[in-house]
């Protein structure tokens, strides 16, 4: 009965230990192009960066990370980018636009698409950025900060 008990016990702890464990080996590399409309030059109605970007994206104690990101606007659309991104990978990541680093009011821009490279994330319409100063990569079943960047106005 004791080794019954002892291999469900094992079993139990080694599928969690998988499901926790091996996202963080799981490097998505992305590499989106900006939108044609957003590489023009600015007095053809291309980019504006909405912001004084690049922000720093700050890593959090045991969750490295490195890597800008910027706002880009036009042809009535706004996205993130995240450039020369690189983080580790965790469970259910999502992309938050946050009032503050505790992810307590926020705007859930769902999951995130890669771990590394260059990625977008259209924003959406009727955002004001100034009410969401942060941007956070947010693990959802532990409610932990992996990584942020902190936007500021002019």
């Not at 053809?44 to 490195?66: K, L, N, R």
Request: net charge negative.
């Amino acid at each position: 009965m004791k080794k019954i008990i002892s291999l469900i016990i094992v079993t139990i702890f080694a599928i969690a230990s998988y499901y926790f464990i091996s996202p963080l080996f799981n490097v998505v590399e992305v590499n989106d192009s900006l939108p044609e409309s957003f590489m023009q030059e600015p007095e053809d109605g291309g980019v504006v960066y909405a912001m004084d970007g690049p922000f720093e994206i700050h890593e959090t104690f045991g969750h490295p990370a490195q890597g800008t990101v910027s706002v880009f606007e036009g042809d009535g659309k706004r996205f993130l980018r995240f450039e020369n991104f690189k983080t580790i990978n965790g469970p259910n990541l999502h992309l938050y636009l946050a009032k503050d680093k505790d992810g307590k009011e926020f705007i859930d821009l769902g999951p995130i698409k890669g771990t590394e490279g260059s990625i977008n994330y259209e924003l959406p319409d009727g955002v004001n950025l100034e009410d969401y100063p942060f941007i956070l990569h947010w693990c959802v079943p532990f409610s932990v900060l992996f990584n942020y960047a902190k936007v500021e106005f002019n």
